[in-house]
T-cell receptor
């Protein structure tokens, strides 16, 4: 059973470009979470999605950031018009249907660098 | 608002020593607490998960304890090895139904000196 997969592992963008980060959860997992880790800081929750639904986006910046988890395919975190402050490691995690008691399984992360 | 603090931020110990990492949280209403390991440039590996009804969990040389009432957890590593060098993160899941997010501490960067 493959783990959580994220691609690309490294992404370089110039200011003003768009960044698309992909996350494929573990097989059988229908819950996806995105976290951001800024340099020298801890991981911060961004958004929690189930298939086709955003459950909690309380950690998402109000502008330029969006996330989706379609019925088919990976979850996508999209950052429009990137700025240097968006440079960070973005981690995706997934969990199975049972809530609240299970661990979240983390992917290797996508390291975004904005030039 | 839940806040998680880890002290110390960095720790260096000689190989073979036992050590304790500390984690504190401000809101004792949690579902569980989890310890992770993060290697440089890598993702997170779950080490131990303690449910709110439990007081400790053990895995090999690792033992994690939880004291909900005082808002504290410790990760004990016995007979440390150079391969234990990594950043250790603790994270709590709050108790509100549907609130599945983890709140992380900033981590303790551990270096084991051969």
């Amino acid at each position: 059973n493959a783990g959580v997969m994220q691609n690309p592992r490294h992404l370089v963008r110039r200011r003003g470009q768009e960044a698309r980060l992909r996350c494929s959860p573990m097989k059988g997992h229908s819950h996806v979470y995105w976290y951001r880790q800024l340099p020298e800081e801890g991981l911060k929750f961004m958004v929690y999605l189930q298939k086709e639904n955003i459950i909690d986006e309380s950690g998402m910046p109000k502008e330029r950031f969006s996330a989706e988890f379609p019925k088919e395919g990976p979850s996508i975190l999209r950052i429009q018009q990137v700025v240097r402050g968006d440079s960070a490691a973005y981690f995706c995690a997934s969990s199975p249907d049972r809530i609240s008691t299970d661990t979240q399984y983390f992917g290797p992360g996508t390291r975004l660098t904005v030039l | 608002k839940q806040e998680v603090t880890q002290i110390p931020a960095a720790l260096s110990v000689p190989e073979g020593e036992n050590l304790v990492l500390n984690c504190s949280f401000t809101d004792s209403a949690i579902y569980n607490l989890q310890w992770f390991r993060q290697d440089p440039g890598k993702g997170l590996t779950s080490l131990l998960l303690i449910q709110s009804s439990q007081r400790e969990q053990t895995s090999g040389r690792l033992n994690a304890s939880l004291d909900k009432s005082s808002g504290r957890s410790t990760l004990y590593i016995a007979a440390s090895q150079p391969g234990d060098s990594a950043t250790y993160l603790c994270a709590v899941k709050v108790s509100n139904f549907g609130n599945e997010k983890l709140t992380f501490g900033t981590g303790t960067r551990l270096t084991i000196i051969p």
